[in-house]
């Protein structure tokens, strides 16, 4: 898709906006989990990325430390970008839903330090990897022939969908299962455990998730419906982050129903939901 300078500009800073609206009024819940602590990166990011790009767009031609910029930087820099955001979504996405499978089955009520730390160095090591990668792939060198100056050539991110599509299907798997009108259609996971307990637990997961994102699911299925177009940079934001997590911790919480013995836990929370 072409996109102006001036726009893509634009959308950037709105889209920085409103990843730290999220981050600050979430702020308790950020720092608990690794899915908050990407969503803060994400953040900082996007705000140095929009920063360095308006820089260059006012100072036009400028050169520092030997390096000269120009407008066609704007360009080169936000391909580079896309690309590094677009393969990012399925490894955040597995990320997260470990973190917090793993989270639901510890017995500690708190981040530890040791814990947080652990966070922050895996998002570093992911965002680096996700450039290495980037820069690896030998059609990167084709980004470096694209002149263009007013408009920008971006691309949007297939992993956003695909993740989409899995999220649909398995939310109405989940649904058909504990909604089954037939016995058989069910099957026992657990021989010792109350099946009746585990299917009002599915649903009230099932409801708690839809009641709080079913206008946010809405929009990304009719969105594509209407030939809306992201590129990759605006696909991966907080916002988007935060569904994803949700949908994490639904999906431990149903795998929990499932556990002989299952108690109701307070170790695990999105900020969100009320689970």
Known sequence: MDTSIPSLLLVLWLKSFLNWLVVVIQRPYMIRT??????????????????????????????????HFTRYYICLVTQIACFIYAILHWPVFLLVGLDNFWTLSSSSRHT??????????????????????????????????????????????????????????????????????????????????????????????????????????????IAPLLMIEM?????LNVVWLCFLNSFSVAMALCGRSFAPNSQKSDTITDGFCSW
């Not at 990166?41 to 400028?62: G, K, N, P, Q, R």
């Not at 109405?172 to 099946?195: C, G, N």
């Not at 997961?205 to 994102?213: K, P």
């Open 112 to 221: 530890s330090w040791t814990q947080k730390l652990t966070y922050i160095a895996g998002v570093c090591l992911l965002w680096i990897l996700a450039a290495l990668y980037v820069f690896w792939v030998p059609d990167i060198a084709l980004l470096f022939g694209d002149k263009e100056k007013h408009q920008c050539k971006l691309f949007s991110s297939p992993q956003s969908s695909q993740i989409l599509v899995v999220l649909l299907l398995t939310v109405t798997f989940v649904i058909l299962y504990s909604y089954a009108p037939f016995e058989k259609w069910r099957v026992q996971v657990f021989l010792d455990s109350s099946q009746q307990c585990c299917l009002l637990c599915l649903r009230r997961v099932m409801h708690t998730f839809l009641s709080t994102w079913a206008s946010f699911l809405v929009m990304m299925i």
């Open 34 to 67: 690794f899915s908050g602590f990407f969503c803060i990166s994400l953040a900082l990011i996007d705000s140095l990325l929009s920063f360095v790009l308006t820089a260059i767009l006012y100072l036009e031609d400028v050169s520092i430390s030997g390096w």
């Open 231 to 235: 590129h990759a940079q605006l696909q």
